[in-house]
């Protein structure tokens, strides 16, 4: 199954900035998909990014917010902007590996 | 309805137990089904894949059953280090590419 680098592995930011995570993959993949975890709870899909087009946001979540980028097959990366609080959550990519889906080790992101 | 639904336990069993977790789906039309594994402060992992006939692994046994739109995962003779939490996922209503998750089953195997 696909490999996946996300990084960082987690950050403490300040409320009004923004954080980029990154996932690289060891092969090329058609879609990537964008979850968050939040505390206690389970993943909630933020977007679909495919490669040379927009992404497909789920109900909930906006480009403005979550600006998600995906030059090429291997990379993707999502922003979190204008950070508050309640954005503190896991963040994770994934992939479709073939025999399931894969994940990044996740974006552990605590906002203050 | 919310698309994916568990019970979210925990389920306390001890060691060499037989444990059942039961996931419910509202789409009809999802063909994907996983079973996922998530150990605290880690990424899931996919455990296994769920097939229309019914699937095993070792002590793992998936199975469906699309008239009741639920799927199943058994474990036997629980170790230690089954503790974790246990999510089912699902393709997405609108797509098949997407995977929606329940909100996971936590099972703790006591010594």
């Known amino acids: 199954s696909a490999v996946i680098s996300q990084k960082p592995s987690r950050d403490i930011c300040q409320r009004g900035t923004s954080l980029t995570i990154q996932c690289q993959v060891d092969?090329?993949?058609?879609?990537m998909f964008w979850y968050r975890q939040q505390p206690g709870q389970s993943l909630t899909l933020i977007a679909t990014?495919?490669?040379?087009?927009?992404?497909?946001?789920e109900s909930g979540f906006v480009i403005d917010k979550f600006p998600i980028s995906r030059p090429n097959l291997t990379f993707s990366t999502l922003t979190v902007s204008n950070m508050s609080p309640e954005d503190s959550s896991i963040y994770l990519c994934?992939?479709?590996?073939?025999?399931?889906?894969?994940f990044g080790s996740g974006t552990r992101l605590t906002v203050v | 309805r919310k698309e994916v639904e568990q019970d979210p336990g925990p389920f306390n069993v001890p060691e060499g137990a037989t444990v059942a977790f039961n996931c419910t789906y509202s789409?009809?039309?999802?063909?994907?089904f996983f079973w996922y594994r998530q150990d605290c402060r880690k990424e899931p992992k996919l455990l296994m894949s769920?097939?229309?006939s019914g699937n095993e692994d070792g002590r793992f046994t998936a199975q469906l059953n699309r008239a009741s739109q639920y799927i199943s995962l058994l474990i036997r003779d629980s170790k230690l280090s089954d503790s974790a939490t246990y999510l089912c996922?699902?393709?997405?209503?609108?797509?098949?590419?997407?995977?929606?998750f329940g909100s996971g089953t936590r099972l703790l195997v006591r010594p």
């Open positions: 994934s992939v479709d590996g073939n025999y399931g889906y894969t």
């Open positions: 996922a699902v393709n997405g209503a609108d797509s098949s590419y997407k995977l929606i």
């Open positions: 789409n009809s039309a999802s063909q994907s």
């Open positions: 092969s090329q993949v058609t879609m």
């Open positions: 990014a495919n490669q040379g087009s927009e992404a497909t946001y």
């Open positions: 769920v097939y229309s």
